[in-house]
């Protein structure tokens, strides 16, 4: 494989991944017109800022030397983000703002529907591929929703006194871990690998979806949407607030709860926050996060283009965004409009 980043290849492979997705689309037959202009409209409108559909690709080429195999598992993984995206934007209460183009939120909630669940079963029950491997992989996108369901549920539900670094790791696990180890174990699974390795994969997706949900959350306070802080939710970043900052924990529970309707509150936490202690902590911690994924890697060998352009994902979602220096500038920037967050 040519040396490429990872944008380099989604530009390549683009195409024939919205080739796959319109390909399943008219599967539905002419009967459901209606429902695939509106699945077509909710992907056209969720375009996504990182373009992360490349690391089936990657994994596949890891084990094999080729990509194009693995091209129905990019179209998967468009879909699936596509519908749990929204739903998550509709759990926060945000599904209306979310949605672009001529669809209304309900609209959006039945294409939501069908695009995250039946359209990938739709793309794996056409592969040619010996029918115990397609099933593996039907059985994939099942336990995925499973898992990532209860892992936004611990998320929505999650006690902030009780919070701790290892509980919100274990909902990151779930919520963003869950969907990348289900891409990249699918795409070891296509590749014909022994379970052994293919579990592999799915450790690396796991600790790879924590890496990104943390690089999310950051993204979250430099942007001004402070979308985390009007829900009420328990971050990563939080959790090493309480656990560095026990002389501050009152205060930093009373501001949790504040932010979701306080500005000011939302300014104020964000300032501790970003105190030097927390920080090195999440310093620290992001660093390890993004060694194990590293280790993974290593571990598991294979084509070395493909891992090192898989290291330059993890190098991506593994930044330190976050400063000292950024917490006026953070804790009261304007909010934007919500964009996906994978």
Excluded at 53 to 68: F, R, Y
Excluded at 120 to 126: D, E, G, I, Q, Y
Excluded at 227 to 248: F, H, Q
Excluded at 323 to 338: F, H, K, V
Aim: contains cysteine.
């Amino acid at each position: 494989m040519p040396s490429l980043s990872y944008l380099d290849l989604h530009r390549d492979v683009s195409s024939d991944v919205d080739a796959e997705i319109e390909a399943a689309l008219e599967h539905l037959g002419p009967p459901s017109s209606t429902l695939r202009k509106a699945v077509a409209e909710l992907v056209r409108n969720r375009k996504f800022k990182h373009p992360l559909s490349v690391l089936p690709l990657l994994v596949h080429a890891v084990e094999t030397g080729t990509m194009a195999p693995a091209v129905p598992l990019s179209a998967v993984h468009v879909l699936w983000w596509t519908s749990a995206c929204y739903l998550d934007d509709l759990a926060d209460g945000d599904g209306a703002a979310a949605v672009a183009g001529n669809l209304s939120e309900h609209e959006a909630l039945l294409a939501a529907v069908v695009g995250g669940n039946a359209l990938p079963l739709h793309v794996l029950r056409s592969l040619r591929i010996p029918a115990p491997v397609r099933d593996a992989l039907v059985a994939e996108v099942a336990a995925c929703w499973t898992g990532a369901v209860e892992g936004q549920l611990r998320d929505m539900r999650a006690d902030v006194d009780a919070a701790s670094r290892e509980s919100v790791v274990a909902t990151y696990r779930g919520k963003s871990g869950a969907p990348f180890g289900m891409i990249t174990a699918m795409a070891a699974k296509l590749a014909g690998v022994e379970r052994r390795q293919s579990e592999l994969w799915r450790e690396f997706g796991h600790v790879y979806g924590v890496l990104w949900q943390i690089f999310n959350d950051q993204d979250d306070i430099l942007t001004g949407r402070h979308e985390d802080l009007r829900n009420g939710t328990v971050t990563y970043l939080l959790a090493c607030a309480l656990e560095e900052l026990p002389r501050s924990r009152e205060r930093l529970l009373g501001l949790h709860a504040a932010s979701r309707t306080s500005a000011r509150a939302r300014k104020d936490l964000t300032k501790l926050l970003l105190a030097p202690v927390v920080l090195h902590r999440y310093h620290e911690d992001i660093t390890a996060f993004r060694d194990e994924a590293y280790r993974i890697l290593g571990g598991l060998g294979g084509d070395g283009a493909s891992s090192t352009v898989l290291r330059q994902l993890v190098d991506l979602s593994a930044q330190m965004l976050l400063r000292e220096d950024r917490a006026q500038e953070a804790g009261s920037a304007r909010r934007p409009a919500t964009t996906s967050p994978a």
